[in-house]
T-cell receptor
């Protein structure tokens, strides 16, 4: 499995953009980058995924570097409800298992 | 509302007393999975099921059983629980159309304590 590195914690002011980095320097060509988050001890929630192009949905934007060795999840206007642990991990196409690491604990403050 | 439900949400039991944690999804998903979450170890997959009557082991299957007799239900069975199975358990499901298994919907979790 490709190894990912994320900062253990980050802070963000409410209303500002939260940029969460992820390093996946050993990612393989057939692996997508997935982002999930977990609010307190609730079930993880899918956010977004991408292969090599930048992606955007109603929750967030995903920027993947051209060499695919790192990515950034952007929450454009963070709210208090975005306080959570954010997980980034690569997953091969058709793979059935998600391998969560330790993630980044994002704290959004007023 | 599309959802994955788990019951019970909280359970305290004693060593050796068989228990079942139920999981049900109303999205007609083929794929279902069980994870456990422990401090410092993240989420680890216990078992998964690609479809009815098809189940397979994940990373930490020891001490657990599952069954998939109906598409919507995927119960987790602990035949003889032990204290090292004290954990937070999550059930998840996903639509496998297009071969993408990874946008998984998770249940609310079951916090199990085995004394």
């Amino acid at each position: 499995d490709a190894k990912t590195t994320q900062p253990p914690s980050m802070d963000c002011a409410e209303g500002r953009a939260a940029n969460l980095p992820c390093n996946h320097s050993t990612i393989s060509g057939n692996e997508y980058v997935y982002w999930y988050r977990q609010i307190h001890s609730q079930g993880p929630q899918y956010i977004i995924h991408g292969l090599k192009n930048n992606e955007t949905n109603e929750m967030a934007s995903l920027i993947i570097t051209e060499d695919r060795k790192s990515s950034t999840l952007i929450l454009p206007h963070a709210t208090l409800r975005d306080t959570a642990v954010y997980y980034c991990f690569p997953v091969p196409t058709g793979f059935q298992k998600l391998v969560f690491g330790t993630g980044t604990r994002l704290l959004v403050s007023p | 509302e599309a959802q994955v439900t788990q019951n019970p949400r909280y359970l305290i039991t004693v060593t050796g007393k068989k228990l079942t944690v139920t999981c049900s999804q109303n999205m007609n998903h083929e794929y279902m999975s069980w994870y456990r979450q422990d401090p410092g170890l993240g989420l680890r997959q216990i078992y998964y099921s690609m479809n009815v009557e098809v189940t397979d082991k994940g990373d930490v299957p020891e001490g657990y059983k599952v069954s998939r007799k109906e598409k919507r239900n995927f119960p987790l069975i602990l035949e003889s629980p032990s204290p090292n199975q004290t954990s937070l358990y999550f059930c998840a499901s996903t639509d496998t159309a297009g071969g993408n298994y990874n946008e998984q919907f998770f249940g609310p979790g079951t916090r199990l304590t085995v004394l």
